[in-house]
């Protein structure tokens, strides 16, 4: 298996299918998709088992945890993290992803670009690395040891990768956007966090 992808998801119903579609879409099959469903009350759950996911029904109330338990099960080389709302920018991402990190001899962490508000694009070179899970490609093995910790699941971002990068690992940085990260959309956490 070379991918695993994991989201951690709460109560997604009405916008979780335009993330799912994006892998589903993916002309890259050597992967398996995994959905935390942390505290959901809705039809999460139901939908992604539509898409063929792995799923798990979780308690933590904390996405940082829901990812942990993604941990858990992932069986693949690289790691992918989503967040429930975000998708990815076309269908040739993992082959082109795939491709990349053989050319590289596979690297610990790729970081890549990413759009988000529509026209914001964040390139990582010159280790611009926004403490986010959902803009990199880490290796299993390299990440095994690794798990969020602490109360608070923006810190959990930071402290992971403080984490990872403390580890010495071979970075690739990559001018590629490959991922919409959907900021500030209408009752997510970035908008509840930005008002």
Not at 8 to 16: G, K, L, R
Not at 25 to 31: G, H, L, N, P, V
Not at 131 to 141: E, Q
């Amino acid at each position: 298996m070379r991918f695993s992808i994991i989201i951690p998801a709460y109560n997604a119903e009405d916008h979780i299918r335009k993330t799912l579609d994006s892998v589903k879409m993916q002309t890259f099959t050597d992967y398996e998709l995994i959905v935390v469903c942390d505290s959901c009350t809705d039809n999460t759950r139901k939908i992604a088992k539509e898409y063929g996911a792995i799923t798990r029904a979780a308690n933590f109330h904390h996405s940082g945890y829901a990812r942990n338990a993604g941990l858990e099960f992932a069986n693949g080389d690289y790691i992918l993290f989503m967040d429930d709302d975000d998708w990815y920018l076309h269908e040739y991402v993992l082959e082109i992803l795939d491709a990349k990190l053989k050319q590289e001899c596979d690297p610990d962490i790729l970081f890549f670009a990413f759009i988000f508000k529509n026209t914001a694009y964040v390139n990582p070179e010159g280790h611009n690395y926004l403490p986010a899970f959902w803009n990199k490609v880490w290796k299993r093995r390299f990440i095994n040891h690794i798990r969020v910790e602490g109360a608070d699941p923006y810190e959990g971002d930071v402290e992971f990768q403080e984490k990872a990068l403390s580890d010495n690992p071979r970075i690739v940085e990559w001018n590629m956007p490959l991922y919409y990260y959907n900021y500030m959309r209408p009752g997510s956490m970035s908008d509840k966090r930005g008002s």
